[in-house]
DNA sequence: TCCAAAGCAAGAGCACTGCTCTCGATTGTG
DNA sequence: CACAATCGAGAGCAGTGCTCTTGCTTTGGA
């Protein structure tokens, strides 16, 4: 996969990496409403002028790191569904869940980026697409596992239309899970990014000190809301 | 309360309200980031450095917009509990969450604002708190009154730590909810506001098309996942 | 090997922003 | 009436995203 490359193409490549590194420091330090090309150029020596052949204007800037945000929480997502215990889906679904709200504590303004207000006049690329729906995938593919073990209790989620989107929904992912189920787990994905959301924006300010703990619960409650069992012991 | 007050005195509260109003509709057009001090004065027919004079700075004119759309979410979901049936306590909290739906999709811009990411720099000044909680207490009041009727299923929440950060909360609300639907009342705050903002931040695109029917589901099951009850016909 | 073409950094410049300061004019009150 | 507080206007500062032109360097083909 890794081409061959002129010298020229190379250092290109290179420079953008470098000033998309240089402007997800500034990202996580002040946010993106403060993320300045210039003070990127200015950083890494160059004039403003000569970032836009790399980057030709501040909202492809944006989307790179959006792109780069959407990859970082959906891997560590996966790898924490990977790394739980294969038998009990529920520990798996909140480890998911976990997964996210340590990441968004951890990357907050990458976070807001992603799940907060979009950037006034941005919309989103077809380019995000993809990696936006990591985790969504790690959740459906916990289900879809605790489906096969019997361990995805069925639960009905009455209207035509909405689980005619579900079914579109999982055949677009090509994943496998009953429209019910995934309709459930539409909304407890949302929910989840709610828990998530309030907690880093600080809404739970004065109102929730006991955070993991308490989000410990509502994850796992989420989970045996859309179905999913533990294994009798 | 109407104090009389001088003519100077009374020019001055209607400017600064013409500021505002002014303000919340370029905010309501193009955003908070895109929001301008400059062409607010502009629109408005006087001087930039004039507008200093009854806001200090730009932060100071946004809060008195988030103050404003506190209030302004928070009233129409006070309106949707007192105009619901009182006998059914689902129905009321379906109510309550429709309504915050409904103004939020209403008003994209101003919830932005206030459930969004926050500005950068920017901390919630304490004169915010008050308007941000009435949707919640709103939320409180119809499990209040389930309670009451013996429509609140006791729902346990199994952590002394959160328990108490419940019953804390509720003290300070000057409220008389259990403290474990108090606790299973805030995951629910949050997973609402994670539904109406996945909607309002178009995270929904191409994922739920029957938007207003998956809501009231999602709703409906919020409501009973925090004990509500209808009661028996 | 040479040369045109393409890629590039730099600088100047435009229109905009939030904010400060100063300077007169206006206003309400002692 | 006089004085002090208040106010609007204007200039100005430092910063922003972005464009355009000017030369220099690298590249790939003849």
């Known amino acids: 996969m890794t081409r061959v490359t002129g010298a020229r193409e190379r250092a290109r490549t ?112 077809e380019a995000t697409t993809g990696p936006a729906s990591r985790v969504a995938r790690a959740l459906i593919g916990v289900a879809e596992e605790a489906a096969d073990s019997g361990l995805l209790a069925p639960a009905p989620f009455e209207s035509a239309d909405v689980l005619r989107d579900a079914e579109q929904l999982v055949r677009r992912l090509g994943m496998r899970l009953h429209p019910a189920a995934m309709a459930r787990l539409t909304a407890a994905w949302a929910q989840l990014f709610g828990l998530v959301g309030f907690e880093v924006f600080g809404q739970f300010h004065d109102v929730v000190h006991a955070r993991e703990e308490f989000f410990d619960r509502a994850a796992a409650d989420l989970g045996r809301g859309i179905g999913l069992r533990s294994p009798a012991a």
């Open 14 to 125: 290179e420079i953008a990496e470098s000033i998309k590194a240089e402007a997800r420091r500034q990202l996580a330090d002040a946010g993106a409403a403060r993320l300045s090309l210039r003070a990127v150029a200015r950083e890494l020596g160059m004039v403003s002028s000569a970032l836009y052949r790399y980057y030709p204007s501040r909202d492809d800037l944006l989307t790179a790191l959006i792109i780069d945000a959407y990859d970082a929480v959906g891997s560590a997502a996966e790898r924490a569904v990977a790394a739980a215990p294969a038998a009990d889906p529920v520990v798996r679904w909140t480890a998911a869940c976990h997964a996210v709200r340590r990441w968004a504590l951890a990357h907050p303004h990458e976070y807001a980026l992603i799940y907060g207000s979009p950037v006034p006049g941005y919309a989103a690329p």
